[in-house]
């Protein structure tokens, strides 16, 4: 771990272990000319500028430039094998994301990629995802299973996000996610409950046996798993100590956020349908609304109702949704532009949901997402003195440095 001295800072972070909802999103902890000392990876002071070096430290003086908690990307599905190109041209072209998955699209293309793929080949792309993503800023990213859909390839996937986890040089701490149940494996269509009871009677354990992941996802949804089965896989999962999330009212009205809520779950993520009552049960609870503003863009649909969100009093996080069919980009500056833009949040407000209140998505924000002493010393450093850049600079990176528990990323 580095020792390490920031100093002359715009410090700009939320605070606290918890994620920020309603009006809380915009408080912000302003320090100019701020110093940041990291001591073996963890924060140790944030303050006024201290007089004089510290001898052990390496020293980076940003000359007034904006300091941030490291951005927490909390949702992708980053280990895949295969792209899928042809189909990003018929949605274009008029074809809906079901009717790709019909006709043996979708996530079942990439489903039969990666079964193909070797460790190697999904763990080298992986690699030059999370490489791309920290040069934006990422230090910390959510990595999802399921597309394997069967035992080896979902064990392949998590495994691979473990090696990358345990190299001493990696520049991006991955939060694993099992998500078997991302769509029903087309040997099973006679049998759904077969496959429930498979991911609860044998998957489950024997990933929580091998601690190859932290939380376990469900895709409930309209054609894909219902309420109801959605509900068993994930109070089991949650029985067993997994931190449960949903992807929830992405394509129908379904009532997936009522279900996050009534479950206690991290989060509730896409939401570009959630109803009133949904949005109603979220800002109840304390689930994360993890809004998905790149997959909204890349699919032509209406984007998730994030002001309104914010205004009922939800705590929102925001995050890019990589992935090799809806929504293949890691983009950091462009959700920041469309999440402003589009989504009507303010500047404050897509800060805290990209660092604090994705930490909080990922039960992280003990760990991670925001500049306080005892937290790990990941940061970013822009290239100017107002956070105002972040959608201004649209689609353009506004990032100086990143910085992983004291250094420096190249």
């Known amino acids: 771990m580095n020792n390490l001295i920031i100093k002359n800072a715009h410090i700009i972070t939320p605070q606290g272990t918890a994620a920020r909802r309603g009006k809380e999103m915009t408080e912000m902890l302003h320090i100019n000319r701020g110093t940041v000392e990291i001591t073996e990876g963890i924060i140790t002071y944030v303050g006024p500028n201290l007089p004089g070096n510290k001898s052990g430290y390496e020293i980076l003086d940003v000359q007034g430039n904006v300091l941030l908690p490291g951005f927490i990307d909390s949702h992708t599905h980053l280990v895949f094998g295969g792209y899928r190109p042809e189909e990003f041209l018929w949605r274009i072209n008029g074809d809906s994301y079901m009717s790709i998955m019909e006709r043996g699209g979708g996530i079942f293309n990439t489903v039969r990629a990666t079964r193909e793929a070797s460790f190697d080949e999904l763990k080298n792309k992986a690699e030059w995802f999370i490489d791309a993503m920290s040069k934006m800023g990422v ?80 895709f409930c949804e309209q054609g894909v798993f219902t309420i109801e089965e959605s509900y068993q896989l994930l109070s089991a999962a949650k029985a067993m100590g997994f931190g449960i999330k949903l992807h929830a009212d992405e394509i129908v009205s379904l009532g997936g956020a009522q279900l996050a809520a009534r479950l206690q779950a991290l989060s509730a993520d896409h939401l570009l349908h959630a109803s009133d009552e949904g949005i109603r049960a979220l800002a109840q609870s304390n689930v994360v609304a993890t809004l998905l503003p790149l997959t909204a863009f890349t699919l032509r649909e209406p984007y998730a109702r994030g002001r309104e969100m914010i205004d009922a009093g939800c705590a929102v996080a925001l995050a890019t949704d990589l992935n090799p069919g809806s929504c293949c980009s890691g983009s950091i500056p462009l959700l920041f532009a469309l999440a402003c833009i589009y989504m009507h949040l303010t500047v404050e407000e897509a800060i805290t949901a990209l660092t604090l209140n994705g930490a909080a998505a990922l039960n992280m924000a003990h760990k991670t997402g925001s500049i306080e002493v005892g937290k790990w010393g990941d940061l970013v450093v822009l290239d100017t003195d107002t956070p105002a850049v972040l959608p201004y600079y649209t689609a353009m990176n506004s990032v100086k440095h990143t910085i992983k528990r004291g250094e420096i990323l190249k």
């Open 139 to 218: 230090t910390t990213v959510e990595g999802k299973s399921g597309y394997g859909l069967d035992c080896d390839t979902e064990l392949m996937q998590l495994k691979v996000m473990q090696a990358i986890n345990s190299d001493p040089n990696h520049k991006v701490d991955i939060a694993t996610t099992f998500m078997g149940a991302h769509a029903l494996p087309h040997e099973y269509t006679d049998c759904r409950q077969t496959y429930i009871d498979f991911l609860i009677q044998h998957m489950l354990p024997l990933i929580k046996e091998q601690s190859l992941a932290q939380n376990c996802d469900v």
